[in-house]
């Protein structure tokens, strides 16, 4: 309704009588920070550095990719005399740094929900404290998160303990800045020789001491042995086979072998040369033949069908239908070649690595590395940049580009693009092929290609191995060889050791099960209740046995107060969480994890309403209304089990008034202030039961 009445009518004024409702923020919505494979949404690494809201594992994968493969698992396969067989395989020898995607399966399967995840780098580097400091300053951007962990610093390279707890605190003193948000601590390494494990003491000694900061942190110990399986990398985990039974079963199998490749390569590097092109005075012929004539054909009559990719005036060219289509044929009947060439090059690698490896108690050292030179002779015609899998997997890429733009009916300038122009087009790969300039009008006599080297540098190779194998005594078949290269010779035996090695326990640090364990006690008892006495899914055990002896030096430190949660199996029960403390375990105010974080929602809940009542009048009328809105959520919490007492009056009070809660002189800077009082339920941390003889009274 207008504030002055000039026309004469009837007019609707709606009276406001309820007072606005609180709406209670999100409480277990953890940070994850740390390094991921990937962080990619639409471009490559367009997520890096920015934190990224999931919902799901899939999601995480979608956007961020899975573990990075262990490589270091040694697998012993032993046939004895009686030819039984036993499978032994260890822990990695050198453990991959990065964890956030195994800490994600353990956060999602203990209850966990939405998160963030900031990735501040791939795989390529090592992890580094001060790059985690980084990620953690892009997260204070972002309102939402209410939890802070960081899986990746247990493994940092070279990370100091003073490093490793600096990075801690300064979570902490971001959630003292920000008050909306916890952090949840993991010991940098556990050890159970100890009676008192030093990595608890260097907790407690590097870690801050300040209670306005401690207070808005928990620490939990130990480690813990989970049943997640390692992401390997099949092709470089490398099997001892020992066989007691039969032998030279390696030599053997290896000699086998070799002669099927020699036959392989003998018809096959043929046929590709003979396709790729036989140069001559008179002409040439082949499929690199095809594409290139193809290429340069002056289209002069229908017989004559081409691109005239060499006219120099761009208006001879003709780039017009069917010929994008005919030559992503023609590349296709070059690249098959080209692909069953590099299927042969991997077994000749598997076999060189398996009769190095088979022969590595009989030759020395000198005659090894001569062994590696001549597979390294080999291999390297293939691999690398500028070499022919490069060139294979480049021109494959860009047939598939061309084959999209034909799709897309993109005009002439795209597929002239693809063709000749960008940097990477399918010319100057096709060219590529062939060592020198070529002139296609007059190829010259020989002309030498990537394949020439191909068949004498294998040759080579097959006589040093025949020459040496025989010297081979006791390794079996399957010496030497991948993981990978077993599964299609013998996949019992590799789904037997598959098995073994999805049987080794990975050890993974607390906070990611423990974040996952907030947010399921949040969404089925509420965020007043401790996140205590709760088993753990996917865990084994913990690294270390506690037992009450040692829980009492880690739930109360009298020195310092910094308690440490400790997470301990219990026969009957499983693996629980047994501890509710912040790092204040002797601040009675802010002793409790639930207390602190009950707190936390209910000033960043009553905050983000009371926004509205920023530059409203400050007199009564607004007094009420933001009172009754306080006090409504309150009473709310009151009824859920939140605050203790009889009556709502019992469990929290509101004040704000003139006289009450500001003095004159506050109304006239424009301040209000609102005094709000809770009496939140606490744990019961120690339940003692007493008891006493009664005597006998009939």
């Not at 994968?61 to 573990?67: N, T």
């Not at 992890?127 to 985690?132: R, S, Y």
């Not at 947010?519 to 913990?542: E, F, H, M, Q």
């Amino acid at each position: 309704m207008p504030s002055t009445l000039k026309t004469p009518g009837v007019y609707v004024e709606e009276i406001v009588k309820f007072p606005p409702s609180v709406a209670q923020v999100e409480t277990a919505i953890p940070a994850f920070i740390g390094y991921t494979e990937k962080a990619t949404n639409k471009l490559d690494g367009d997520l890096s550095m920015i934190p990224t809201r999931i919902t799901s594992l899939l999601e995480y994968e979608r956007f961020f990719g899975g573990a990075k493969p262990e490589t270091t698992i040694e697998v012993t396969v032993t046939d004895d005399a009686n030819n039984n067989q036993s499978i032994l395989v260890t822990q990695p020898k050198s453990k991959e740094p990065f964890i956030m995607y195994y800490c994600m399966q353990l956060y999602f399967a203990n209850g966990g929900g939405p998160c963030y995840i900031t990735s501040v780098g791939d795989y390529s580097g090592v992890v580094a404290a001060a790059t985690l400091t980084d990620g953690l300053n892009e997260v204070a951007k972002v309102d939402e998160p209410t939890l802070l962990l960081f899986p990746d610093a247990t493994r940092a390279d070279g990370i100091s303990k003073t490093e490793f707890y600096d990075l801690y605190d300064a979570a902490l003193a971001q959630c003292n800045k920000l008050q909306d948000r916890f952090t949840i601590i993991d010991t940098l390494s556990y050890d159970g020789t100890f009676s008192v494990d030093p990595n608890i003491t260097d907790l407690r000694a590097e870690i801050t001491s300040e209670k306005d900061y401690a207070k808005y942190g928990a620490a939990y110990y130990p480690h813990l042995e989970t049943i997640l399986n390692y992401v390997i990398d099949p092709e470089r985990i490398i099997i001892t086979h020992i066989d007691n039974h039969e032998a030279a079963g390696a030599a053997d199998t290896i000699a086998a072998n070799l002669t099927s490749i020699d036959a392989s390569f003998s018809v096959k590097v043929d046929d590709v040369l003979e396709n790729l092109g036989t140069f001559a005075t008179d002409g040439f012929s082949g499929k690199l033949a095809d594409v290139i004539d193809y290429l340069y054909k002056d289209d002069s009559d229908a017989s004559n069908e081409g691109f005239n990719i060499g006219d120099a005036d761009d208006n001879n060219k003709n780039f017009d239908a069917p010929r994008p289509a005919k030559l992503v044929e023609k590349i296709g009947e070059l690249t098959d070649g080209l692909e069953q060439l590099v299927i042969l090059k991997n077994k000749a690698k598997v076999e060189g690595s398996a009769a190095k490896s088979a022969l590595e108690g009989e030759l020395s050292v000198g005659e090894l590395n001569t062994l590696q030179t001549q597979i390294d002779a080999l291999v390297d015609l293939f691999e690398g940049d500028g070499n022919i899998e490069d060139k294979h997997e480049e021109l494959s890429k860009l047939a598939n580009s061309l084959q999209s733009a034909i799709n897309d009916g993109s005009d002439e300038a795209t597929i002239k693009g693809i063709v000749e122009d960008n940097d990477s087009n399918i010319l100057e790969v096709v060219e590529s092929f062939l060592a020198g300039a070529f002139d296609a009008t007059s190829p010259a006599d020989g002309i030498d290609t990537d394949f020439d080297d191909i068949i004498t540098n294998w040759s080579a190779l097959k006589t040093a191995i025949d020459t040496e194998i025989v010297k081979d005594t006791n390794n079996g078949s399957m010496h030497g060889r991948s993981l990978k290269s077993l599964e299609a010779e013998d996949n019992a035996t590799y789904n037997k050791i598959k098995t073994a090695i999805n049987n080794l326990p990975m050890e993974l640090p607390p906070s990611c099960a423990v974040a996952g364990v907030y947010a399921r006690i949040d969404s089925t008892r509420g965020v007043w209740k401790a996140p205590a006495n709760v088993s753990l899914t996917y865990v084994v055990k913990p690294t270390v046995r506690i037992t009450n002896d040692i829980q009492d030096g880690l739930n109360v430190d009298t020195t310092a107060g910094k308690s440490v949660n400790a997470i301990r199996s219990f026969t009957g029960k499983g693996i629980l969480v047994w501890g509710a403390r912040t790092l204040a375990g002797n601040d009675n105010e802010w002793r409790y994890i639930s207390v602190r974080r009950f707190f936390n929602m209910v000033e960043e809940s009553v905050k983000k309403a009371s926004d509205q009542f920023v530059f409203e009048a400050n007199d009564a009328n607004t007094w009420v209304r933001i009172r009754s809105m306080i006090e409504n959520f309150l009473t709310n919490q009151w009824k859920a089990g939140a605050l203790a007492g009889a009556t709502a009056d019992e469990a929290f009070y509101v004040k704000v008034g003139l006289n009450q809660t500001m003095t004159a002189d506050d109304i006239l800077n424009g301040i209000m202030n609102v005094e709000i009082g809770m009496a939140v339920v606490r744990p019961a941390e120690f339940i003692v039961l007493k008891f006493s003889h009664k005597m006998q009274e009939s």
